[in-house]
């Protein structure tokens, strides 16, 4: 079983700064690449930014300059730098992680946080 817990959400005004974490744990083998998804309300999952074990990363669009995902591999944590943070970037934010499990060490399955809740005033 693996687990993935988020924190860091919360409500800001427009152009402030918010840091979400992730933690994963459980029977992890190892994990491939980590990232953060976004949802808003009526609207379609999204990803916001992913990076893999060896630190290469991959940002959508409307979040490039203003957002950095980096991770610490031993602690098996991903964190979201979030500045200059817009109305629209308010959603809820879900951690991914694709792991193999210390029962199945062939097969990366995606597992998912609970998430937490973004929410940026105008």
């Known amino acids: 079983q693996v687990r993935l817990v988020e924190s860091g959400g919360g409500l800001v005004q427009a152009g402030e700064s918010l840091r979400l974490s992730c933690v994963a744990s459980?029977?992890?083998?190892?994990?491939?690449?980590m990232g953060w998804y976004r949802q808003a309300p009526w609207k379609q999952r999204e990803l916001v930014a992913r990076i893999t074990s060896g630190g290469v990363t991959n940002v959508a669009d409307s979040v490039k300059g203003r957002f950095t995902i980096s991770r610490d591999n031993a602690k098996n944590m991903v964190n979201l730098q979030m500045n200059s943070l817009k109305p629209e970037d308010s959603a809820e934010y879900y951690c991914?992680?694709?792991?193999?499990?210390?029962?199945?060490?062939?097969?990366?399955?995606?597992?998912w946080g609970q998430g937490t809740q973004v929410t940026v005033s105008s």
């Open positions: 459980g029977s992890i083998w190892s994990i491939n690449d």
């Open positions: 991914a992680a694709d792991v193999r499990t210390t029962s199945s060490r062939v097969t990366f399955m995606r597992y």
